[in-house]
């Protein structure tokens, strides 16, 4: 399987100040057709997950702008470009290349 | 807009089946494209993929359940459904079900997901 792993597992942010989180893959997740098959996902507390991005950096429908995703191969980021109090939850990524799918520990972001 | 929701017993005995239930609204269990997923989260911790089926019927489940896990589809009822055999304390987790969106080798994401259904396991 591919161990996925997040940094920092838990993350204070400040409204309307930036917040990063990373996501490490055992092995590429970089498929031949050129896209990482990386996605990001939000558990809002009490709510189901929701997709924020998948391809590595093509935000979902609806995602605000200030969400975006970056890297390839094994190593990927996502950003939150000025974080509102609605943002807070916990950030999983997930790879998409292989069976079984799995996810990162998770990031829990608190103000 | 794509609804998902989970049903079933909440309170299952060890060594016996959960069976789970996923009803779609607002999209076709036989429409291609899309897999359809049970994932499941023990009280505050992360996420663990089960399986998925195809509308052609194909399955892949997660080989750490080794054979316990069946996943199937009702085209009448437009329903998924779980069953997960021989149960321990260690399956007690909120299982949802899930949607994800396939094209040709293109993926793009679980895009909907149910509410979540609570199974404790216990005597």
């Known amino acids: 399987d591919i161990v996925m792993s997040q940094s920092p597992l838990s993350l204070p942010v400040t409204p309307g100040e930036p917040a990063s989180i990373s996501c490490r893959s055992s092995?590429?997740?970089?498929?031949?057709?050129?896209?990482?098959?990386l996605a990001w996902y939000l558990q809002k507390p009490g709510q189901s997950p929701q997709l924020l991005i998948y391809?590595?950096?093509t935000r979902a429908s609806g995602v605000p702008a200030r969400f975006s995703g970056s890297g390839s191969g094994t190593d990927f980021t996502l950003k939150i470009s000025r974080v509102e109090a609605g943002d807070v939850g916990v950030y999983y990524c997930m790879q998409a290349l292989l069976i079984p799918r799995t996810f990162g520990q998770g990031t829990k972001v608190e103000i | 807009q794509v609804q998902l929701q989970e049903s079933g017993p909440g309170l299952v005995k060890p060594s016996q089946t959960l069976s789970l239930s996923c009803s779609v609204s607002g999209a076709s269990v036989n429409s291609g494209y899309y897999y359809w997923t049970w994932i499941r989260q023990p009280a505050g911790k992360g996420l663990e993929w089960l399986g998925r089926?195809?509308?052609?019927?194909?399955?892949y489940y997660n080989p750490s359940l080794k054979s316990r896990v069946t996943i199937s589809v009702d085209a009448s009822k437009n329903q998924v459904s779980l069953r997960l055999g021989s149960v321990t304390a260690a399956d007690s987790a909120v299982y949802y079900c899930a949607r994800e969106r396939v094209v040709g080798p293109t993926n793009f994401g679980f895009d909907s997901w149910g509410q979540g259904s609570l199974v404790t396991v216990s005597s």
């Open positions: 089926i195809y509308t052609n019927g194909a399955t």
């Open positions: 092995q590429s997740l970089l498929h031949n057709n050129g896209f990482n098959y």
């Open positions: 391809l590595g950096s």
